[in-house]
C-alpha cells in the first residue's frame, strides 16, 4: 500500500515537471515567434575563430550573418531602423560611418582628422588614433540631420557634428565636470530630451534628464529621475535605454530588470537577473518595447580576454524570459542595438 502511494507521489512529481517544462517551453516559442517579428538584433565582434565585422542576428533561427567587413563600435540604429552609425577604428579608416543595412552599404560620415579640426576650433583636445580596436569617440548616434557622440575617454563632453552648406561644423552639446556611461537624446515637438546615465561616484550611476532647446541646443538645466547602484566600474556601456515617447526606462538594478513610469514616478520589476562575477553589459528595448534584450557577460579571470556573452530576451507584461545564446570565450563584442 505504502509503495502504490509512493509510486503514485513519484508520477505526479514528474507529470509537474513535465507540465512545467512545457509551459516554459511555450512561453519560450510565444517569445521567439513575436519577438522574431522585431528588427534584427545587430552587433559588432571579433569571434575567437578569426571571424569579424559587423552582423544581424536572427532571433528565430538563432544565426549571425555578416553584414559588413567593418567593425562598427558602439552601434546604434537609426530612427527607421534603416541605417546603423558606429565608429570605425581600422588601420584603412578612423572616423564615425553609417550602413545601409537594406543593402548593406559602406558610408564613412566624418574621419578622424577632419573631426579634430572641428575639436580644435571649439576648444576640444584632438585624438590620436594609435591602435585598431581602442576607439576615443563613443556611441554615435543619429541626431536632426547630423550626428552626436562622446569626445574621448572622459565622456564628459557630448558633441554634436553637422555640415552648414557642405561646410563641417561642430558643437559641444553638453559638458559635465564627471564621467559618463550612455546618452540618449529624443526628439520632440517643442523640446528635446537629453538622458545622461552619468558617474558622480565610482559605485554610483546617475541618470538624468536635460531639457535642451531644439533651436539654439542651449541646455536649459537638468533633473534628476533616479539613482541606482552600480556593481562595479569596468563596464562603461552603460545598463539603460529609454522609449520612444521618453516615459520609460529600462534598466538594470541588482538583482531585478526594471521599467521606471517618469510620468509616474513609479517602477515595476519585470524579472530577476542574479549575477556571480557578471556584469549586464547591453539593455535595449524591441522597436515595439514590448521585449526587452540584455546580456550578462562574465567576467574574464584577471581580465586575459573580453567578456563572455550570453544574450537574453524578457517579456516586459508577462515576465517570461528566454536565454538565446552563450557566446565562446574569446568573443568580444564591440556593440550591440536592436
Given at each position: 500500500m505504502k509503495r502504490i502511494k509512493l509510486i503514485k507521489i513519484v508520477v505526479c512529481f514528474f507529470a509537474f515537471i513535465c507540465v512545467f517544462l512545457g509551459y516554459k517551453k511555450y512561453n519560450g516559442y510565444k517569445i521567439i515567434l513575436n519577438a522574431?517579428?522585431?528588427?534584427?538584433?545587430?552587433?559588432?565582434?571579433d569571434f575567437n575563430s578569426g571571424d569579424k565585422g559587423t552582423f544581424k542576428y536572427n532571433v528565430k533561427t538563432s544565426k549571425a550573418e555578416k553584414i559588413s567587413d567593418y567593425i562598427f563600435h558602439e552601434l546604434s540604429y537609426s530612427d527607421d531602423y534603416e541605417k546603423?552609425?558606429?565608429?570605425?577604428?581600422?588601420?584603412?579608416?578612423?572616423?564615425?560611418?553609417?550602413l545601409d543595412i537594406r543593402h548593406y552599404l559602406f558610408r564613412p560620415i566624418v574621419d578622424l582628422e577632419e573631426l579634430n579640426k572641428c575639436a580644435k576650433s571649439i576648444g576640444l583636445d584632438d585624438i590620436k588614433y594609435q591602435m585598431q580596436g581602442v576607439t576615443d569617440i563613443h556611441m554615435p548616434k543619429f541626431y536632426k540631420g547630423g550626428y552626436t557622440f562622446f569626445w574621448k575617454d572622459s565622456r564628459d563632453v557630448i558633441c554634436y557634428f553637422y555640415k552648414e552648406n557642405d561646410a563641417p561644423e561642430m558643437e559641444v552639446l553638453y559638458k559635465t565636470d564627471h564621467g559618463n556611461y550612455s546618452y540618449f537624446i529624443k526628439e520632440g515637438n517643442d523640446k528635446d530630451l537629453l538622458f545622461v546615465e552619468s558617474r558622480h561616484e565610482i559605485y554610483n550611476?546617475?541618470?538624468?534628464?536635460?531639457?535642451i532647446n531644439k533651436n539654439n541646443l542651449e541646455t536649459l538645466g537638468d533633473e534628476e529621475l533616479l539613482i541606482t547602484s552600480r556593481k562595479n566600474f569596468s563596464n562603461s556601456t552603460g545598463n539603460m535605454d529609454v522609449s520612444n515617447d521618453t516615459n520609460r526606462i529600462v534598466y538594470y538594478q541588482k538583482p531585478n530588470i526594471s521599467i521606471y513610469d517618469i510620468d509616474k514616478n513609479s517602477k515595476i520589476n519585470i524579472n530577476s537577473q542574479y549575477l556571480f562575477w557578471q556584469d549586464i553589459v547591453y539593455i535595449k528595448f524591441s522597436q515595439n518595447e514590448r521585449y526587452v534584450f540584455y546580456a550578462v557577460g562574465n567576467i574574464p579571470f584577471f581580465w586575459a580576454d573580453g567578456y563572455r556573452l550570453i544574450f537574453y530576451i524578457v517579456d516586459s507584461k508577462?515576465?517570461?524570459?528566454?536565454?538565446?545564446?552563450?557566446?565562446?570565450n574569446g568573443d568580444t563584442f564591440y556593440g550591440v542595438d536592436w
Open positions: 522574431s517579428n522585431q528588427p534584427p538584433i545587430i552587433f559588432a565582434a546603423i552609425i558606429g565608429v570605425i577604428w581600422e588601420d584603412r579608416f578612423q572616423g564615425i560611418a553609417e550611476q546617475k541618470i538624468e534628464r536635460t531639457n508577462t515576465g517570461n524570459k528566454i536565454q538565446l545564446d552563450k557566446w565562446k
